[in-house]
């Protein structure tokens, strides 16, 4: 029903908003003002993304909760996607998006509406503790060609066939 709402209500926005800014300050203006936050929004969308995905780098090396960093990651590629999107108030929205504070205000209520079964980083529960669990010396390589027995259906197969009589 949200999303229902949400493909109605940001069109009709948008529509409203382009008839007000463009009656107020004219076709060209409004125009370039679209373009320029696409531009404008490109940059900011690059320089924040580099700065998520160092963030969610150092939380796996560092052995951390990486949902945050996957978190402002993905809000960080949504801004992006508003940012394209030609319309005021999609770009307002993705420039709040840019902003750090609003995305962990966003982060903190998603994660107060989502409940996390399990979290488990490292090997998984078939890992043994003794050697290497990749180690698959075990394994033979080999190659094989599939043959296909010539049959007659009328006679049945020999082993199907009692004991033979000598």
Do not use: C
Request: proline letters at 8%; hydrophobic letters at 45%; aromatic letters at 10%.
């Amino acid at each position: 029903m949200y999303l229902f709402l949400a493909f109605l209500l940001v069109p009709i926005i948008e529509i409203a908003l382009f008839i007000q800014v463009g009656g107020l300050i004219g076709l060209w203006p409004t125009l370039a003002i679209v373009v320029l936050t696409a531009v404008l929004g490109t940059v900011l969308v690059r320089t924040q993304g580099r700065m998520a995905l160092g963030n969610l780098q150092r939380s796996f090396a560092e052995l951390d909760d990486p949902s945050e960093p996957l978190a402002h990651g993905a809000m960080i590629l949504l801004s992006g996607a508003l940012l394209l999107t030609p319309g005021f108030f999609t770009d307002a929205v993705g420039f709040a998006l840019l902003i750090p504070g609003v995305r962990v205000a966003v982060f903190r209520y998603l994660k107060s509406k989502v409940t996390v079964a399990q979290f488990q980083m490292g090997p998984g529960p078939g890992y043994q503790s003794q050697g290497n669990p990749f180690d698959k010396s075990d394994v033979i390589d080999g190659e094989f060609t599939e043959i296909q027995p010539k049959k007659d259906p009328s006679k049945p197969s020999k082993w199907v066939e009692g004991p033979h009589q000598h």
